[in-house]
């Protein structure tokens, strides 16, 4: 799958400089430089229509990256929240640990096993 979407991610950028080429070819080639125009009877129309679909096809590829930003934004700050969850439960289980080495009380051994047990039960989400 990924793979795929890597692929078609490049349909855009490659489309747009397909039509760029295209428009300049239309726009200042003519028959006497290449044959080929010959079978376009307007060339200077198609140019146009090429440059509406080179803004179409811009306009799209910017939208894609917009959203491929965004993402990669939004994956940063959630590995921001994951590794500080992580720190304020580590946190938590050391001073429970040294409150309970310090002074091995009953309270202080019930809450060593209370963030034991908090961190056997999220111990896949602090990963």
């Given amino acids: 799958m990924n793979r795929w979407v890597n692929f078609l991610s490049l349909v855009p ?3 747009l400089t397909i039509l760029v080429i295209s428009i300049a070819f239309l726009r200042f080639y003519d028959e006497s430089d290449f044959q080929v125009l010959g079978q376009f009877a307007s060339p200077r129309l198609w ?5 509406l679909a080179a803004i179409l096809v811009a306009l799209v590829n910017f939208g894609l990256e917009w959203n491929d930003r965004n993402r990669d934004t939004d994956r940063r700050i959630k590995a921001k929240e994951q590794a500080a969850r992580r720190t304020r439960v580590e946190t938590e289980r050391d001073f429970a640990l040294l409150s309970y080495l310090s002074d091995p009380s009953e309270s202080n051994r019930l809450k060593l096993t209370q963030v034991l047990s908090l961190l056997d039960e999220y111990k896949d989400t602090l990963v």
């Avoid at 140019?47 to 440059?51: D, F, G, H, K, Q």
Wanted: proline share 0%; net charge positive; aromatic share 0%.
């Fill in 47 to 51: 140019s146009n229509r090429l440059t």
């Fill in 13 to 15: 950028g490659t489309t």
